[in-house]
């Protein structure tokens, strides 16, 4: 770790960026899209992924699209929404430990954990 002399929390702050995170999101989202299809047994949905810019959307389909989430960048951090509305707001911070975090009401989260909350209904839980 830098000492604080090297280390600037202005230019952290500056660094962690929402068009940056979003960026890293969406193709931690193919990943995950990629390894849930790989447990897709015979008969059992797909899921699809689907980016126009400032939104990202990962559904469940069956010959038809059965349910969507939706990630979109906001001011600051990313809004997840289902068929049902909003799941969460998750917002940027950089923590005590001087790294870039999402942060969803009082908890810090790292990206895996905010993408198993958003997509855990998704991919684990019936339609």
Do not use: H
């Amino acid at each position: 770790m830098s000492t604080d002399t090297e280390w600037s929390w202005v230019k952290a702050v500056s660094s962690c960026s929402v068009a940056q995170k979003f960026s890293e999101l969406k193709l931690d989202l193919e990943r995950d899209v990629e390894d849930r299809n790989d447990l897709v047994r015979p008969g059992e949905p797909t899921f699809t992924i689907a980016s126009n810019g400032s939104k990202v959307g990962v559904s469940k389909a069956y010959g038809k699209t059965l349910s969507t989430v939706i990630f979109s960048m906001i001011d600051k951090g990313i809004s997840v929404r289902d068929d049902d509305g909003l799941i969460f707001e998750a917002m940027l911070t950089i923590n005590d430990q001087r790294e870039c975090r999402f942060k969803i009401g009082e908890q810090e989260l790292e990206p895996w954990q905010m993408r198993k909350r958003a997509l855990w209904k998704l991919f684990f839980e019936s339609a």
